[in-house]
């Protein structure tokens, strides 16, 4: 069976910082290609962040510079610095895991920034 279990959201005042985690469980992580992305209220699901099974990242432009992700396959996880945040960057934020056509999708945390 497998899981992807996000951790580390919650409230923050603007210009403050939270670190996401991401649990990953029945895969072969390794090999996988994972992601952060994030939904907020009336909008799209969109990709903030990947890495791939190589370490190579990518970020959304609206992040840039902010935020960083990172892996570490001997523990399964993946992880999402967030620094300098925005109110606009409010939403939920889930980890997916992508290996071809195999995609998998956490429950979701939720991030508020606001004063």
């Known amino acids: 069976q497998v899981q992807l279990v996000e951790s580390g959201g919650g409230l923050v005042q603007p210009g403050g910082s939270l670190r996401l985690s991401c649990a990953a469980s029945?895969?072969?992580?390794?090999?996988?290609?994972m992601g952060w992305y994030r939904q907020a209220p009336g909008k799209q699901r969109e990709l903030v962040a990947r890495?791939?099974?190589?370490?190579?990242?990518n970020y959304a432009d609206s992040v840039k510079g902010r935020f960083t992700i990172s892996r570490d396959n001997a523990k399964n996880m993946v992880y999402m610095e967030m620094n300098s945040l925005k109110p606009e960057d409010t939403a939920v934020y889930y980890c997916?895991?992508?290996?071809?056509?195999?995609?998998?999708w956490g429950q979701g945390t939720q991030v508020t920034v606001s004063s």
């Open positions: 997916n895991g992508r290996l071809i056509s195999r995609e998998y």
């Open positions: 029945g895969i072969v992580f390794s090999v996988f290609d």
């Open positions: 890495i791939t099974h190589s370490s190579t990242t």
